[in-house]
């Protein structure tokens, strides 16, 4: 069965430093996977999506993740975080190819912290 | 252009109640979502719809209802309503490359 695990319930990181969100997935074929950002009482935004080839992509706002085959993971970084991107980040795989469903993780909250 | 909306945007019914929530997309996606967002549980699926006409069940369909009579719109039922499916409810629609737009959402209080 497909599922995903964001180990990381919470993070706090201080404005300007590194950040790295985990995502874990479990899913017997080639995964479609995504980052969404959730800012609060609203809707979800696709940061980046990854599909095939290069492992390392690229996002909106100064995001990338990297796709990890041999540890089932695609972890979300930026390198200098800002006080607007303090928000609830969630990791999704696409089951598309059986039965055109997503299935998210429990969601990372990010606060950052002047 | 709207992208995907969401209609009520708040909602409170009592146990027993039934209720209609509205998601209209105006991109002319052919494929729809209805999820649920409960603390600690992120996103589960609870039915789909791959085209005008047609809909699948998620992880969670039990207690709804859905309906795709037209392109744009995707309907979700609940007949009667319990405290359980107090909720926040997102509507999303994605075309050929796999991106979901989501509406804003529905926070509904069951009491």
Redo the contacts between chains.
């Keep these: 069965a497909q599922s995903v695990t964001q180990p990381d319930i919470h993070i706090t990181v201080s404005e300007g430093a590194s950040l790295e969100l985990r995502c874990n997935y479990s899913y017997g074929a080639t995964p479609y996977l995504f980052w969404y950002v959730q800012s609060p009482g609203q809707g979800l935004q696709l940061l980046l999506k990854y599909f095939s080839g290069d492992t390392l992509v690229q996002g909106i706002k100064g995001f990338e993740a990297e796709f990890k085959r041999s540890q089932s993971s695609f972890n979300l970084r930026k390198p200098s975080v800002h006080w607007s991107d303090a928000a609830e980040y969630f990791c999704a795989v696409g089951a598309l190819l059986t039965g055109n469903q997503f299935y998210f993780g429990t969601g990372t909250s990010l606060t950052v912290i002047p | 252009n709207a992208g995907?909306t969401q209609t009520p945007k708040f909602r409170v019914l009592k146990t027993g109640q039934s209720m209609t929530l509205l998601c209209a997309q105006d991109m002319n996606h052919e494929?729809m979502?209805w999820?649920r967002q409960d603390p600690?549980?992120?996103?589960?699926?609870i039915h789909?719809s791959?085209g005008e006409g047609t809909t699948?069940k998620?992880?969670v369909p039990d207690g709804y209802n859905v309906s795709r009579l037209k392109k744009q719109n995707f309907l979700l039922g609940l007949e009667s309503a319990a405290p359980s499916q107090t909720s926040v409810y997102?509507c999303?629609s994605r075309g050929t490359d796999?991106?979901?737009y989501?509406?804003?959402?529905t926070r509904l209080t069951v009491t």
């Design positions: 995907v494929y979502y999820y600690g549980m992120g996103l589960r699926l789909y791959v699948a998620g992880e997102f999303a796999y991106e979901q989501f509406g804003p959402g």
